[in-house]
């Protein structure tokens, strides 16, 4: 009977299993006579439907085809202090290594950072499915897996569907019906690939984000987003000062316009008025009048304003 742990992974990784096909089961053998009893190969082969094996970590090579460039050490660490105390809960997806090789070995398609870890925690072995596919689908499995996930960087994504419309030609359509994306994201994504190198550093280390980079590709030409981008760094300009910064530059004259605009005249008397009710209250007040007709604004910070404010109405707070 199967246990809890062996549902959870199976049910765990099916969002690649649409790409391909498990390693098909070897036919079973006409009946013969009984064989003597021979002692297992040190690696095991594939197993039928898909099963996970236990594969020595030795034997494993990186994936050649993986889009990460980055993998965050602490993130890893925990990781490996998980898989250390209740292993690995999803199998990683492995591939035959090099037909011409004999030594038994594999080659990662999916699931580095639990190799990775694994190795940290001491592990000797690791579950795997044995997938037998092409390069071609190894690249096309890794890349799609890794976009599936949460943590890459922009422009680790960028570079994933550039590599998806290059080597594949798939249509934006296509990569974001594959990837689970909207068509949006991944056009926002692609656009990304534009930015001036260096820029495309910083959001690569996370000093500019995806909303920063949006924002400065707007500007169009390169020495226009790297000035505009050295702003944003050294002034630490959030997202919307970042747009507001962008627009400016792009239309100067309705910057220049709104400077002008003359400052309606106040009335002596209003202003009279206003400064009297400041020196009263202690607040920020303003009389908007026009033709005897307006409005007081009294601004206030705190429940203590709101109350000297009530008191200097003639009504006592909280009554």
Do not use: C
Request: without cysteine.
């Amino acid at each position: 009977m199967p246990t809890p742990s062996d549902k959870k992974r199976s049910a765990l990784g099916r969002g690649l299993e649409s790409l391909l096909p498990s390693r098909p089961a070897a036919a079973a053998p006409a009946a013969a006579a009984p064989k003597p009893v021979v002692e297992p190969a040190p690696v095991a082969p594939p197993a039928p439907a898909g099963k996970p094996l236990e594969i020595p970590v030795e034997k494993i090579d990186r994936n050649p085809y993986q889009t990460r460039s980055q993998f965050d050490d602490d993130k890893l660490d925990e990781l490996a202090k998980s898989i250390a105390a209740s292993g690995v809960v999803q199998p990683i997806v492995v591939r035959l290594g090099d037909k011409h090789n004999d030594d038994g070995r594999y080659t990662l398609i999916t699931g580095e950072r639990r190799w990775l870890a694994s190795q940290r925690a001491g592990k000797t072995t690791i579950p795997a499915i044995v997938r037998e596919v092409s390069n071609v689908q190894a690249m096309e499995m890794t890349i799609v897996e890794n976009l599936q996930r949460a943590d890459l960087n922009p422009m680790e994504q960028a570079h994933a569907y550039a590599r998806l419309s290059q080597e594949f030609q798939m249509t934006q359509e296509q990569m974001a019906e594959r990837t689970g994306k909207d068509r949006a994201s991944v056009s926002n994504f692609l656009r990304l690939l534009k930015l001036p190198d260096a820029v495309q550093m910083h959001v690569e280390t996370g000093a500019l984000s995806f909303g920063h980079a949006r924002a400065l590709l707007a500007l169009g030409s390169r020495e226009a987003i790297e000035s505009a981008a050295s702003k944003v760094l050294a002034l630490h300009l959030s997202v919307r000062s970042t747009e507001t910064m962008v627009q400016s530059m792009l239309h100067p004259e309705s910057k220049q316009k709104k400077e002008e605009k003359p400052k309606q005249a106040v009335d002596p008397n209003v202003r009279e008025a206003e400064d009297q009710l400041r020196r009263s209250l202690g607040l920020r007040v303003q009389i908007e009048d026009k033709n005897g007709k307006g409005r007081v604004v009294i601004e206030y910070s705190g429940i203590d304003d709101f109350d000297a404010i009530l008191m200097a109405l003639g009504n006592k707070p909280g009554v």
